[in-house]
């Protein structure tokens, strides 16, 4: 199946300090998107990349996309205590279809 | 604006029990929705999806089923729970071609 994984499955970092998240997939994509989910609670969109687009940017979220590898890694720059959560890279089929695949999920925690 | 409603919020429920979880949307016509289930600590798996009223497609045998009885509203149901069935059950929606999913606060169901 599509199905990405993310690694590394937990991780916890300084406030302030960088977090560099990974994820892996199977097969061809039309895009990719990043989701955040705080404890016990639904999941939250934060930015989507494109197969045809390399980087992109959104506030203190940098995504890259590396379609030979299959591979995108999520940066949350200059962490605050409040991007604990997380976070999951979701995945379409380049055949049309509309349902995403996820993975299993990267946890993050931000130490004050 | 759009918003989309899950209840009930938690259940407890015996194993052999009868299951029917909802989800609404408001503020939008003819959604596509979702049903996932996420097990503890996992990423999510895609159970049902559905593009129109009584429109229902099936990702995963199971213990489960879905009904859309109108355009806005997406049941999960379930006449036997097994204990397998515990987890965190998600609801989300979008529109026509549209990549990003929006995504309910959740059930959180305990099967004993």
């Known amino acids: 199946s599509q199905q990405g994984e993310e690694d590394p499955q937990a991780l916890s970092i300084q406030e302030g300090e960088n977090a560099t998240m990974n994820c892996s997939y199977k097969?061809?994509?039309?895009?990719l998107q990043w989701y955040r989910q705080n404890s016990g609670r639904g999941l939250v969109h934060l930015i989507l990349i494109r197969s045809n687009e390399r980087e992109k940017h959104s506030g203190r979220l940098r995504v890259t996309l590396d379609t030979s590898k299959k591979s995108s890694s999520l940066l949350i720059t200059a962490s605050r205590a409040a991007d604990t959560a997380s976070y999951f890279c979701a995945t379409d089929e380049a055949t049309g279809a509309n349902n995403l695949f996820f993975g299993t999920g990267t946890r993050l925690t931000v130490i004050p | 604006s759009q918003t989309i409603h899950q209840w009930p919020a938690t259940l407890v429920q015996p194993v052999g029990s009868p299951l029917s979880l909802e989800c609404t949307v408001e503020?939008?016509?003819?959604?596509?929705l979702y049903w996932y289930r996420q097990a503890a600590g996992r990423g999510l798996q895609l159970l049902f999806y559905s593009v129109g009223i009584g429109q229902i497609s099936s990702e995963v045998p199971q213990n489960l089923s879905a009904s859309r009885p109108q355009d806005r509203q997406f049941i999960l149901s379930s006449k036997k729970l097994l204990l397998s069935d515990s987890g965190f059950y998600l609801c989300?929606?979008?529109?026509?071609?549209?990549?990003?999913?929006?995504f309910g606060p959740g059930t959180r169901l305990l099967v004993l």
């Open positions: 097969t061809s994509i039309n895009n």
């Open positions: 989300a929606w979008n529109t026509g071609n549209q990549e990003t999913q929006y």
């Open positions: 503020g939008t016509s003819n959604p596509n």
